[in-house]
């Protein structure tokens, strides 16, 4: 699977809602994230482009690995995620058996996200309103499609942050900000 991704600095939360009220979505989840990055022992994710993470939503646990960017205006990349067992024993054992395995941890990304679900021309997508700790507001449009749907998926991604009058792209992840933001 693909995900297919954009990102954009200085969200005005009140007028995304307003924008996506008037399309009849009003209904937003809320949660709290952290982010567990971590670094390969055989090479350099940031190098390579890659991304691997722990993710904790409430007791949940995932990992994730996405791939490298495969297009430089749109974030488009491989993503593979697999849920773990719930809880903070679970989350703290994945992390030493990566550790044990060569693992490094790179830093940790704490957020508050509220997204909504809307289908736009056939597609699902994801509208997360984000507000990550050390680095503010983030808008971000995403779409989970298969590399045959890449195209069609681009195509709407594209057209409804221009709808939603998004503009202010910003490709850098998060990890990526906040190591910057902390000169590493």
Known sequence: MLEI???F???D?????????????????????????LNAPDRDFKATGEAFRLRRVGPANFLTYK???LDPAVKIRPELEIALRDGDAAADEMLR?????????????RKTRRFCH????????????????????????????????????????????????????????????LLASRGQ
Do not use: N
């Open 67 to 69: 791939g490298p960017r």
């Open 118 to 177: 809307l289908t736009r021309q056939g597609l699902s997508l994801d509208v997360c309103l984000d507000e990550v700790e050390e680095l503010g507001r983030f808008a971000e449009l995403e779409i989970l499609a298969p590399e045959e749907g890449l195209a069609a998926a681009r195509a709407v991604l594209l057209e409804t942050a221009r709808e939603l009058g998004l503009a202010r792209v910003e490709q850098r992840s998060y990890l990526t900000m």
């Open 9 to 11: 600095a200085d969200a």
């Open 97 to 109: 058996l990566l550790g044990h395995l060569g693992y490094r941890p790179v830093a940790v990304v």
């Open 5 to 7: 991704e954009q990102k």
């Open 13 to 37: 939360f009140a007028d995304l809602q307003r924008r996506l009220a008037a399309w009849g979505v009003t209904d937003f989840t809320t949660r709290r994230e952290e982010d567990h990055y």
